[in-house]
Each structure stands twice: as structure tokens, then as C-alpha cells.
Nanobody, 126 residues
Framework: QVQLVESGGGWVQPGDSLMLSCAAS????????MAWFRQAPGKDHEFVAA????????YYADSVKGRFTISRDKAKNTVSLQMKSLKPEDTALYYC???????????????????WGKGTQVTVSS
């Protein structure tokens, strides 16, 4: 099973940018779908973005489309989330997740992912 470790979180002001990184180990990522979810206090996991490891297909939540970009680096075994024009409502604990079995119809469901990191906090506030 793949192990995931997130990094790059922090406190930023509205309108700022931040890049999150997820380092994967323990398994080849061929065939995996990698995703970012976030969880604000008192709320469920919210899908943010996903990318197919073996392809270029990317998927985004409507709330982040045009502001966030997900990418993967096969040489480094990492997945990144570039976040721009951050808003206070983007404040959450951001998780990296991985799955070999997720299909398109379930790609936005947290229950479809079996491997998770511990999360990195992003706080957007003035």
C-alpha cells in the first residue's frame, strides 16, 4: 500500500498563492489515481482535484476550477497542488489520497480512496 506525506501548508492572506506537495512511497504509482481533498472544521471531506498517474486527465471541484492546478512528477513520485487567488473559504486541512480502483463516477468520493496522508493545514486570513 502506498504511503503519502503532505507538505507545503501554511498561513497566507486572501489573494496569495501556495503550493502543496504529496510525496508517495511504498508502491509504484502506475495505475493509481491521485487526489487532493480538504476538510474544514465540522465539515466532511471535500473533493478538490484529481489526476490519473498514467495519463494527463485532471479533474477539479467547481469551487477551485481556474485557481488550482494539480500535477504529478513521475521522476520524484510526487503530486502537487498549485493554489492561486486563495480565499478564506479555502481554509482547511488538505489531504492527499490515492486509489488504484477508483472509477470516473466515484472519483470525487472520499470513500473511493484507500490511502491517505495525515494532512497539511492551509489557513487563508487577513
Amino acid at each position: 500500500q502506498v504511503q503519502l506525506v503532505e507538505s507545503g501548508g501554511g498561513w497566507v492572506q486572501p489573494g496569495d498563492s501556495l503550493m502543496l506537495s504529496c510525496a508517495a512511497s511504498g508502491s509504484t504509482l502506475s495505475g493509481y489515481t491521485m487526489a487532493w481533498f480538504r476538510q474544514a472544521p465540522g465539515k466532511d471531506h471535500e473533493f478538490v482535484a484529481a489526476v490519473k498517474w498514467n495519463g494527463d486527465q485532471t479533474y477539479y471541484a467547481d469551487s477551485v476550477k481556474g485557481r488550482f492546478t494539480i500535477s504529478r512528477d513521475k521522476a520524484k513520485n510526487t503530486v502537487s497542488l498549485q493554489m492561486k487567488s486563495l480565499k478564506p473559504e479555502d481554509t482547511a486541512l488538505y489531504y492527499c489520497a490515492a486509489s488504484r480502483t477508483v472509477i470516473l463516477s466515484t472519483i470525487r468520493r472520499s470513500t473511493a480512496y484507500g490511502s491517505w496522508g495525515k494532512g497539511t493545514q492551509v489557513t487563508v486570513s487577513s
